[in-house]
């Protein structure tokens, strides 16, 4: 950095007062390393990951700068008490996001690496290891290194490495048939592992089919510009249904509770970036894909499981599993085909309603979840982006297209039930920042939303769910006749109201959030919203039981006092949103990943109650695709030996 970046930075702090020391120095305090002065640190350390250092807006290059810049050096000078800043060849960006918490003033966060050499050079004094700078060993700083350059450069067309697949010198001579049910995340990248493994293994020979009851995502856009431009519905062919998932037409968020730092979170990332999504995955502290990105990836997705030797299957729908003596043999198709099978994969998403029925019926364990429902919940973008950052950082951010990134909000409450010693959570969920809100119906009698951006997030709205948790209480009703599928019933009969109170064909009831909380009816008016296919008043409290509109009232009340502007007039509400997530779980064994009652069988993914969003539901599929390589070789050794 020089004398020159020191002599800036100083200017900086004289310039900025109170704001340049707030944004760069909380935390810090102590001497370096364990064995404390003058920089000194335990010898194993390579490097340093400080956690959490500001720039102010104003200073920061802005929201699609990820480098290092002289402002976030300044910082780092200060955070670290060092004599100088860094030299930027020894810092590297591991994360990036906007810190906007309620109560302090919008500021970009940093999470960042320096080298040991890089820290000596500076005078860094203040280094203490704890929750806000962790000490990076040789290795972790190896693995952090392998930036989105060397991940591109890894070519797409090769295996994994050796050390990826612990079953690769198990070998499989014999061939073996898999069948994969579902071409979302989970079905994706199961195949994915699973081809890879096996070209990486000596003597494999397992032949893959990835069959998807949906249309490839060029035909599945077609399909979805008839749906929103004509109201025309292909049952197999929509937002639910077809290559990606219901993920595809999303915000694409690759947030996960699993972790960031996780290996197998970092892998699926690096896996994306390698199919072409933009690097700043790797970097941002909230990264997301948009629709438009998501429709480019799957493309070379697709094409590296082809080259892969993957018989990749579109419009293919499966009926059912075929079962023989408790172990599965083969899927049995719409169509008539039986196709057989030595493992399946099933990942057939959260809207596999018709394969759950079946399943129940040929003695599949399954058992009821917890899932959430609600309403899809829209504002103008404006009063979030104020409610977040203030009128004048709202004003940079210019629709995705200015400095500050399009706001976005996360809310949650616990809340009494009337009348009962009940309490219930409600939170949004999947917002979309800068969206529209979308039909993920399959049927016109029933009526369900989500919400969906573009990578831009150019939209003049912002829309997320609103959604309760739901339990047994509630769908105790429908045990008697539905029994295991009581919660889908449930799901079903909301769905059946939406679409009565919208009057059919697809158009969504809607409230104003004000007249919701108040009980009043619905609305004289509506404000214009992004529904493409035409929104009607209604009074939403008639879609769900009491219970969870009781907590969807109180919660929008809490809701209103952590984010200004949450209740403002032309807040509204459009509904249902009941496919949070799986109203079941597909019973599976924690080691082996098989289903409990049918040998062969490997669920996983949003539809077998494993995952929720795209990050954790293609970790749950790679996963499942490693443990089915591994199940196949060690029953190829056990044939060997048997014979």
Known sequence: AGAGTGARCEGRRRQGGRRQRR???RGGSGHSGSKGGNGAVPKDVAAWRIFGVEVSPEDDPGKDEYGVSEELLCALQARLGANAPPDAATCRVARKSVDARRGKRPTFSYVVDVSLDGLRTCGARRLRAGPRQQPLSAEDVSAAAFC?????????????????????????SVAKDVVVIGAGPAGLFAALELAEAAAAARGSNVRIRLLERGKGVEKRGRSIGALFSRR???????????????GTWSDGKLTTRIGRNAASVRRV?????????????LTSGAPHLGTDNLVRLLRAFRRRLIDLGVSVEFDRKVKGLEVDSGRVVGVS???????????????PGHSARTLYEDFVQQGIALEPKPFAMGFRVEHPQTVVDSAQYGPELAAEVHRGRGKMPVASYSLAATVPVPGSTEERSVYSFCMCPGGQVVPTSVSKDELCVNGMSFSLR????????MVCGVGASDWEPYVEEHGVLAGLALQLDCERRAAALGGGNLVAPAQRLVDFVSSAGPSATLPKTSYRLGVTPADMSEIYPKAVTAALRTAATRFAGQLDGFTCHDAVLIGAETRTSAPVWIKRDRESRQSTSVDGLFPCGEGAGFAGGIVSAAVDGSLSGSACHAWLARE????????
């Open 232 to 246: 025309v519905l292909d049952a197999d062919s929509n937002v639910c249904y077809g290559e990606g998932g219901a």
């Open 269 to 281: 990332l690096e896996t994306l970036v390698r199919f072409g999504a933009p690097e700043r995955i």
């Open 148 to 172: 989105a350059a060397d991940v591109r450069e890894s070519s797409a067309g090769s295996p994994g490495d050796a050390d990826s697949h612990p079953e690769d010198d198990v070998q499989t």
């Open 636 to 643: 190829e050794i056990a044939s060997h030996i048997a014979s």
């Open 458 to 465: 150019g939209s003049q709205w912002a829309n997320s769910a």
């Open 23 to 25: 944004g760069g120095g």
């Open 333 to 347: 198709m719409q169509d008539g085909e039986s196709i057989a099978a030595d493992a399946v994969i099933l990942a």
